[in-house]
């Protein structure tokens, strides 16, 4: 079945260092691919997402581009913030499709210390 | 101010002695769901609603109980806790199933639920 396969952390950096989160997935159509994050004592908020092969997501700094023939979808920031601590989640849907759902990453934990 | 509401946000309780967690979203939304998140093993559904009165199992649902009486409420019930169901448990809604998939899903704060 659809599967996503996310780097086991935690990750920890120095501020305004360049941040590398890999996600590679597995799915049978044309998923959307999305990140999650989320901050302590606080539910998942979306943060990025790409709807089709080529596509790139960005918010507050992250990207992330969807690549169809690699199967990865990697989040980078070209420089973190201590503020950017947090579990990140990547994910995966067929839109709605026989899934009825999104397929989470086991999460990854970035530290940032000053 | 929209969002989802998960109470209570911690508990702990003992194996067998029922409970319910609740959940509420004031943005009229169709789509819900609950989620359980564990270390190593990510978010894993537990059940889906796409609607009053219909819901469904996903991956893990065994153990759990939810119902969907009104569009804003979705509690999760554990009829016999055991410790294996002690985690981290999610509420999250969307306006319709293709919104949740395509473009956001909202969640609540979480339930930090142990049970000795």
């Known amino acids: 079945g659809d599967s996503v396969t996310q780097m086991e952390g935690p990750v920890t950096l120095s501020e305004e260092a360049f941040l590398t989160i890999n996600c590679t997935y597995t799915a049978t159509g044309y998923p959307s691919l999305f990140w999650y994050v989320q901050y302590p004592g606080e539910g998942l908020q979306l943060l990025l997402k790409?709807?089709?092969?080529?596509d790139k997501g960005s918010n507050k700094g992250f990207e992330a581009t969807y690549r169809k023939e690699t199967t990865s979808f990697h989040l980078e920031k070209g420089s973190v913030q201590v503020s950017d601590s947090a579990v990140y989640f990547c994910a995966l849907s067929d839109g709605g499709g026989a899934t009825n759902k999104l397929i989470f990453g086991t999460g990854t934990l970035l530290a940032v210390q000053p | 101010e929209a969002q989802v509401t998960q109470n209570p946000r911690y508990l702990i309780t003992v194996t067998g002695k029922k409970l319910t967690v609740t959940c509420s979203q004031n943005m009229n939304h169709e789509y819900m769901s609950w989620y359980r998140q564990d270390p190593g093993l990510g978010l894993r559904q537990i059940y889906y609603?796409?609607?009053?009165?219909?819901?469904d199992k996903g991956d893990v649902p065994e153990g759990y109980k939810v119902s969907r009486k009104e569009k804003r409420n979705f509690p999760l019930i554990l009829e016999s806790p055991s410790p294996n169901q002690t985690s981290l448990y999610f509420c999250?809604?969307?306006?319709?199933?293709?919104?949740?998939?395509?473009?956001?899903?909202?969640f609540g704060s979480g339930t930090q639920l142990s049970v000795l």
């Open positions: 790409a709807t089709k092969a080529d």
């Open positions: 609603s796409m609607n009053v009165e219909v819901t």
């Open positions: 999250a809604s969307s306006l319709n199933l293709w919104l949740a998939t395509n473009e956001k899903l909202f």
